[in-house]
Each structure stands twice: as C-alpha cells, then as structure tokens.
C-alpha cells in the first residue's frame, strides 16, 4: 500500500468533516499509513473525548485488515461505531 502524504490526509480529513456535517453528526478522524503512524487527525467541535482514540483504532484496524472499517464489523464480536 502507497504511503498517504499529509496534504492526501488532510483533504480525507476535510471530506469526512463536511459529510458528517451534513448529517449533524460530530467525529473524530484519524488516517494512518500503512504502518500504521498516524499521519492527520482531526476532530469535530462537539464530539465526544472517547471518539479520539475510537477513530485512531478504527484507521489502524483498516490498516492492518487492508479493508476500510465499515467492512471490520463482527470482527471482534461487537460492530464498529
């Protein structure tokens, strides 16, 4: 897997904040590399403190799986949130 650049990261950053936006919903996002150093992390004005360690390993179980985190559920006997 190709390593994100922080300008690559940043603009996921961005999408994800202006789609949970449009659906009032508050996160936290965190993209790793393949390697799984965090290279961008953003969070939401109003999220909730537990979202950001939440989405650091959701992009670091996506990283290891090579699969993205909507694809993780049941992995470990409970859904991703």
Request: a negative charge; one cysteine or more.
């Amino acid at each position: 897997m190709p390593s994100l650049t922080l300008e690559e990261s940043n603009r996921i950053c961005d999408a994800v904040i202006v789609k949970m936006g449009t659906l009032g919903v508050r996160v936290c996002i965190s993209v790793v590399d393949s390697a799984t150093n965090l290279i961008a992390m953003e969070c939401m004005d109003g999220a909730i403190i537990l979202a950001i360690e939440g989405s650091r390993g959701k992009a670091v179980a996506s990283a290891l799986y090579v699969k993205p985190s909507s694809e993780l559920r049941g992995f470990g006997g409970s859904s991703c949130f």
